[in-house]
């Protein structure tokens, strides 16, 4: 999951934190994102989805995103 998410993303990310993160998602969760990670909406993500969505900020890579 979080080689999923790093690959799909347009910034750096810090896989190792990203990896971590993804350890805190239920089964059911990760396979949600998964099946939805080109959603065009929020329709159907629980607000403590979205919340672990938007934590995911947290894993930006400074040091990328400064090149």
Do not use: P, R, Y
Request: glycine share 4%.
């Amino acid at each position: 999951m979080a080689a999923l998410l790093s690959a799909d993303v347009e910034f750096g990310m810090d896989t190792q934190h990203t990896s971590d993160k993804t350890d805190e998602l239920s089964d059911n969760d990760a396979q949600f994102l998964i099946d939805n990670i080109d959603a065009d909406s929020a329709d159907g993500i629980s607000s403590e989805l979205q919340l672990w969505i938007a934590s995911l900020f947290e894993c930006s890579d400074e040091q990328l995103l400064g090149e």
